[in-house]
């Protein structure tokens, strides 16, 4: 039986990335949507049609009854979640004198409470089989900080603590929890931003001189699912075109 995968956010930019590289890994590939995401059903529709053959379920990662329920009917529908990737995310850029709680919380709540949420449904099985893949999306601005976004970059690095901690508690049963820190990727979250400040203020940030592929990132992810990637574990990988080095 091939392996189940679950991508958070799969229909997001980077998310369909890694659906479609863990697919052509044979994996049975699961995703989530928001409940309120009204084109779901027409991005399903589509990528059947080119036959990946996802599934897909309504879950709001900021809750923790809803991604309980989401992978409770997963593991009735089709079985056990063997690789998870926690990609959902969402921006509310500001600087700190604007931002309210409510623009905190929501960027938190969506970022790293969903990786307690979502990890918490998978892990006790994982360690029961001996076999499990966690694979966290991070940010670069994680790791270095970003003017207007404290909220965004406290739970991103907040991802890190936590992939850090559970990877000293799991690793002995098989199952590995990653980080993974990518720089500027070409997806809408980026391609937004005005072409006047990609031009003059992110690109000259990127030696590479470009910004990252989806495909990259994928690729990425697709490596920590692997046997050859078991020894990996607790990491935190940047992929950003050498914008951040430590
Ligand atoms: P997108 O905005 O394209 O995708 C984000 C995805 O998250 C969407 O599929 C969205 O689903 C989902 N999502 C948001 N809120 C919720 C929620 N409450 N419940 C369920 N799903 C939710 O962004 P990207 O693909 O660019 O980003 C993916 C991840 O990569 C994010 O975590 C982001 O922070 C991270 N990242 C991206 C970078 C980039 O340059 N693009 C750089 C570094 C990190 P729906 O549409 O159904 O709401």
């Known amino acids: ?35 309120s995401n009204t084109r779901a059903q027409d ?104 003017f207007g976004q404290t909220n965004y970059a406290a739970a991103k690095a907040g991802m890190h603590g936590f992939t850090k901690s559970l990877a000293l508690e799991v690793a002995k049963k098989g199952v590995t929890i990653n980080t993974i820190s990518p720089g500027y990727i070409g997806t809408k979250m980026v391609t937004a931003i005005p072409q006047d400040v990609l031009e003059s203020k992110i690109l000259p940030q990127i030696p590479t001189g470009r910004l990252g592929k989806p495909e990259e990132v994928a690729g990425l992810v697709a490596y920590l699912t692997s046997e050859e990637a078991a020894f990996v574990n607790g990491a935190n990988i940047s992929i950003n075109g050498g914008q951040h080095m430590f």
Not at 11 to 27: D, H, N, R, S, T
Request: glycine fraction near 10%; charged fraction near 20%; charge should be neutral.
């Open 1 to 35: 039986m091939p392996r189940v995968a679950l991508v958070t956010g799969g229909m997001g930019g980077l998310g369909e990335a890694i659906c479609v590289k863990l697919a052509a890994l044979g994996y049975t590939v699961v995703t989530t949507y928001s409940p």
């Open 43 to 146: 991005w399903l529709r589509n990528m059947n049609d080119m036959g990946y053959g996802f599934k897909a379920y309504p879950c709001d990662v900021g809750d923790f009854d809803s991604c309980k329920n989401c992978v409770e009917q997963i593991a009735k529908d089709i079985g056990p979640v063997e690789v998870l990737v926690n990609n959902a995310g969402i921006t509310r850029d500001m600087t700190f004198k604007k931002m309210t709680k409510a623009d905190w919380d929501v960027v938190v709540r969506t970022n790293l409470d969903s990786v307690f949420n979502m990890t918490k449904q998978v892990m006790d099985g994982m360690v029961e089989r001996n076999w499990g893949r966690v694979i966290n999306i991070s940010s670069v601005n994680g790791q270095k900080g970003a």
